[in-house]
Structure formats: structure tokens, C-alpha cells
């Protein structure tokens, strides 16, 4: 390079003594064109650094790194012996050879079935409707010309199978003709004849409307004795 330049100077001014041109020094660095490799480009940088402050706080901290777990560390440990070998619907009573995997006992048998009371089979043409078809057929079903004041001791000269009188809720009903009618059959209608049947009404079907059911037979009203 030194001597490139050397005769370039010379070239521009021929006149010039060569031994008058001054001598160019180079650094051993600047004659070498090539390029200097330091390691290896592709390789990352370490990030943090190994001497950073960074680096060495996480050495101390190791502790607080969270692990990864494994397979078996993740599983929920096994559940004592005697929890084991319960069995479900048994109230933590252990069988031997039971599964958990079975169902509750008491999902395994049915449900009891109530005991069907208060109704009796009733003859042909004693239905609901046909009880409702009566009423409307304009039939004197009272047994009476008029409302009667009813005292005691006249309710309870009405008390045979043929003449059947109750009252309920201070309201006196002929049930004679609906004896047959009665979901309950006509004995269990027949306790209360010649008495009040309110309270024995109220225990075995309050949600049954009487003054609807029993409108075109009613006799008249409950009095005291004095009143008659």
C-alpha cells in the first residue's frame, strides 16, 4: 500500500526527487485488509451474561424457580384403605369386593308404591259425570219442599241409609243420594251421617269443594236448640 502511494506522488510531479518524497508509514494493522473473525456470528449472545448481576441473583434464588411437575407428582394420592372399601348409599358401612363405581343402593331398588286408600270401585253410571248429569236433571235431591233451620236433634234423626243428613261448615246436606257417588264408598260416608262431618271432612279432602259438590242438596242451616 506504502509504495502504491509512493508512485502515484512521483507520477503526479516527475520533477520531484524521489529521495525528497516522504516516506509513508503504515501500522501492521492497517496493511491488513483481511478481516478478523472473533468466534462464531450465528452462535447468541448469553442473555443475561455470565458475569451479569442478574445472573447471579437468580443462583441464589433457585429455591423460588417453580419445577415442573411429573406425571406421578400430578396424581391425587390413593384414597385410605377404608375409605376404599366403601361403597356408595351405604353410609360408610365397608364391603368386601364392592365398587365405587356402583350405584347408590338406594337407586338400585325402586321406590315403594303408596298404599292407595280412601277409593273404591264404583258400579257403572256412579261416576263424577254422571253425579254432575244429576245434578242438572231438576231432580228434588234435597228431599225437602224448602231451607230448613236444623237443630241437633233433628240432624241426628237422620241417620239410616235411607235418610242420611250431615252437616259441614254449619251447612246441612241430604247425602242420601249421593251414597253411591262417593269416591270413598257410601260406608265412610255414612260416619258422619246424623252428626257434623266438618272435621272428619277436613282430614281426608279439604281441597274438595262440598258446597259446590253437594249444592242441590242442601237442607238449611245448623241452630242451637234454643233456637227452633
Given at each position: ?24 508509514e ?33 443462583g ?14 400430578l ?22 369386593g ?29 261416576g ?5 248429569n ?29 235418610d ?49 259438590m253437594?249444592?242441590?242438596?242442601l ?10
Amino acid at each position: 500500500m506504502a509504495s502504491y502511494l509512493r508512485s502515484w506522488l512521483y507520477a503526479q510531479n516527475p520533477n520531484v526527487d524521489p529521495s525528497n518524497v516522504p516516506s509513508i508509514e503504515t501500522s501492521p494493522e492497517e496493511d491488513d485488509d483481511t478481516e478478523t473473525v472473533h468466534g462464531d456470528d450465528d452462535a447468541p449472545p448469553a442473555f443475561p451474561a455470565v458475569n451479569s448481576a442478574q445472573r447471579a441473583a437468580a443462583g441464589s434464588q433457585s429455591d423460588d424457580i417453580p419445577q415442573i411437575l411429573t406425571e406421578n407428582q400430578l396424581m391425587p394420592p390413593p384414597p385410605p384403605p377404608s375409605l376404599a372399601a366403601r361403597r356408595p348409599g351405604t353410609l360408610g358401612v365397608p364391603s368386601a369386593g364392592s365398587s365405587s363405581l356402583l350405584a347408590p343402593i338406594t337407586t338400585i331398588k325402586p321406590p315403594p308404591q303408596p298404599a292407595k286408600k280412601g277409593k273404591v270401585a264404583l258400579a257403572p253410571g256412579h261416576g263424577p259425570l254422571d253425579w254432575a248429569n244429576l245434578k242438572k236433571s231438576g231432580q228434588n235431591l234435597r228431599g225437602t219442599d224448602s231451607l230448613l233451620r236444623v237443630t241437633p236433634s233433628m240432624l241426628k234423626e237422620h241417620r239410616t241409609r235411607d235418610d242420611a243428613w250431615s252437616s259441614f261448615s254449619g251447612k246441612v246436606y241430604n247425602i242420601t243420594p249421593y251414597l253411591p257417588y262417593h269416591p270413598g264408598g257410601e260406608k265412610e260416608l255414612m260416619r258422619v251421617a246424623g252428626r257434623d262431618g266438618t272435621k272428619l271432612f277436613a282430614l281426608t279432602h279439604a281441597w274438595v269443594n262440598i258446597d259446590y259438590m253437594l249444592d242441590e242438596c242442601l237442607v238449611g242451616f245448623m241452630v242451637s236448640e234454643s233456637a227452633s
